[in-house]
């Protein structure tokens, strides 16, 4: 499975922006997709998860009712649609894809296999 993320760019606070993570390599319907993102000096930390059918999210307390997971299983396609960005959401994004998960949603790095190569979102105050 290849991920390619893309939509990172520089914004001002309180703007906008969304994430594509395309996949190929196989179909991803049915798998655990997750975005986690890795601010300079921190670790890298969970942001939102959807279940393979898309019935099923999760996010950190920290981008709650900000930030939107969504996925279209018919174009490999997994979203996110950030609102109201903050300083503090600047960092490089991964998508990341669970093909042991089958049920649920988790928010725990290791539960990903495979990775994309980050977009990188900066935003200005």
């Known amino acids: 499975v290849q991920l390619q993320a893309s939509g990172g760019g520089l914004v001002q606070a309180g703007d906008s922006l969304r994430l594509s993570c395309a996949a190929s390599g196989r179909s991803f319907t049915n798998y655990n997709m997750g975005w986690f993102r890795q601010a300079p000096g921190k670790e890298r930390e969970f942001v939102a998860t959807?279940?393979?059918?898309?019935?099923?999210?999760d996010y950190a307390d920290s981008v709650k009712g900000r930030f939107t997971i969504s996925r279209d299983n018919a174009k490999n396609a997994v979203h996110l649609q950030m609102n109201s960005l903050q300083p503090e959401d600047t960092a490089v994004y991964y998508c990341?894809?669970?093909?042991?998960?089958?049920?649920?949603?988790?928010?725990?790095?290791?539960?990903?296999?495979?990775w994309g190569q980050g977009t990188l979102v900066t935003v200005s105050s």
């Open positions: 990341a894809l669970s093909s042991a998960l089958r049920v649920g949603v988790s928010s725990v790095v290791q539960v990903y296999d495979y």
């Open positions: 959807i279940s393979g059918s898309g019935t099923t999210t």
